[in-house]
């Protein structure tokens, strides 16, 4: 079994009476391409949001390599290696694909802008813009406003941005929600490949279970904001407690099955 690159300890948050994430102690181990499913209101997205730090616990602790993040801003997580896209596409409308892409790598870089010295002369920066947009398949678009672009488009530009910050873990909150059918197994090709990246721990929310059991190695399903089952997607899949309270009693299907 892999080490744990983030994990938390007995991790809760409340919204007046109401605990949205409930002693919550989860372990992402390094590496491994975990999946969070639950039904609407689990605390799926509360519970991200503790992660990337734009939520605050009520209580428990959150850990990444080692360090307690549980207090660090969101900022700093992103410095340590946390990546996150969310349910809502998070762009920059106005800017072109190629120049939203651009930021990101900046970013990660550390290059602020010179006046007088040219984008072209930034040979590195340059390279690392190219290989995202060929990742994404957006090498065609790299001149379109993201505004412009379809929703499947702006999902691929999102996920291009979060991983030109080249990441440790990577956070992906439903990326296929909103897409039209059609377009999901592009996106599952992309997720796909991001699962092949040498040393990349991701962990997914996300409602097809088509894409579940193709790419998990783990499942984690909440309900009620507190972790009911943990294991492989064939454990998950023969769980009787998930099919009572999630899955309707065989909606979960075993990829291959």
């Known amino acids: 079994m892999s080490s744990p690159v983030l994990w938390t300890k007995d991790l809760s948050v409340a919204f007046g009476g ?11 181990e390094q590496g491994v391409f975990t999946t969070i499913i639950g ?3 689990a605390g799926k997205t509360s519970l991200f949001n503790l992660l990337s730090g734009l939520l605050k616990p009520t209580s428990g602790q959150i850990f990444m390599q080692g360090a307690d993040i549980t207090r660090l801003s969101p900022t700093a997580r992103v410095a340590m290696g946390l990546g996150r896209s969310f349910q809502l596409t998070n762009l920059f409308p106005a800017l072109t694909v190629q120049e939203n892409i651009r930021l990101a790598v900046q970013s990660r870089f550390r290059i602020g802008i010179k006046l007088f010295r040219p984008f072209q002369s930034y040979t590195e920066l340059n390279d690392a813009v190219e290989r995202m947009l060929f990742d994404v398949r957006l090498v065609d ?13 702006q999902r691929k530009l999102e ?10 873990v990577l956070l992906l909150d439903e990326p296929t929600a909103g897409m039209a059918l059609e377009d999901v197994p592009a996106m599952f ?12 721990t991701t962990v997914l929310i996300e409602h097809k279970m088509e894409l579940v059991t193709s790419l998990s190695d783990r499942v984690v399903v909440l309900a009620s904001g ?20 999630y899955l309707g009693g065989g909606k979960f299907v075993e990829a291959g099955a």
């Open 189 to 200: 090709e992309l997720l796909s490949a991001v699962k092949r990246k040498a040393g990349m």
């Open 226 to 245: 507190a972790i009911i089952a943990s294991g492989t997607p064939g454990e998950i899949a023969k769980n009787p407690l998930v099919r009572a309270s």
């Open 141 to 153: 678009k790299r001149s379109h406003v993201a505004a412009h672009l379809t929703h499947s488009e």
């Open 18 to 28: 109401h605990k949205a994430v409930n002693n919550v102690s989860l372990e992402i």
């Open 39 to 41: 039904p609407n209101g």
């Open 159 to 168: 996920l291009a941005m979060v991983l030109s910050l080249e990441p440790k």
